[in-house]
């Protein structure tokens, strides 16, 4: 089965950056649908982007400009860069993917979830 992991997560300066990564195994990322969430502390998980099959990006509109969200298929991982960071994107990072039928920024849509990666912006 898909097993996912997050990697890359830290602490980092209000207007710095800061890149994850997911790397996945047990079948190619490049046949689902593939998104990044994130948790804030008691509240539900919100969509920060997601890319579908064609490599076709969409992004909150929290994120947008800032947040580049991308798949190396050689290397079978899924990438998020994060650019001039706010205090407001301090979350958990979790990575999520789905067999592709029309991606989305539901998180009961997909099937299969990484643990997360914290991000802290100080």
């Known amino acids: 089965h898909v097993q996912l992991v997050e990697s890359g997560g830290g602490s980092v300066q209000a207007g710095g950056s800061l890149s994850l990564s997911c790397a996945a195994s047990?079948?190619?990322?490049?046949?689902?649908?593939l998104a990044w969430f994130r948790q804030f502390p008691g509240k539900e998980r919100e969509g920060v982007a997601h890319?579908?099959?064609?490599?076709?990006?969409t992004y909150a509109d929290s994120v947008k400009g800032r947040f580049r969200i991308s798949l190396d298929s050689a290397k079978n991982t899924l990438h998020l860069e994060m650019n001039n960071l706010k205090l407001e994107d301090t979350a958990r990072y979790h990575c999520?993917?789905?067999?592709?039928?029309?991606?989305?920024?539901?998180?009961?849509?997909?099937?299969?979830w990484g643990r997360g990666t914290q991000v802290t912006v100080s």
């Open positions: 999520a993917a789905t067999v592709s039928s029309g991606c989305t920024d539901i998180a009961e849509v997909y099937t299969y």
């Open positions: 047990g079948y190619p990322f490049s046949t689902y649908c």
């Open positions: 890319i579908d099959t064609d490599n076709l990006a």
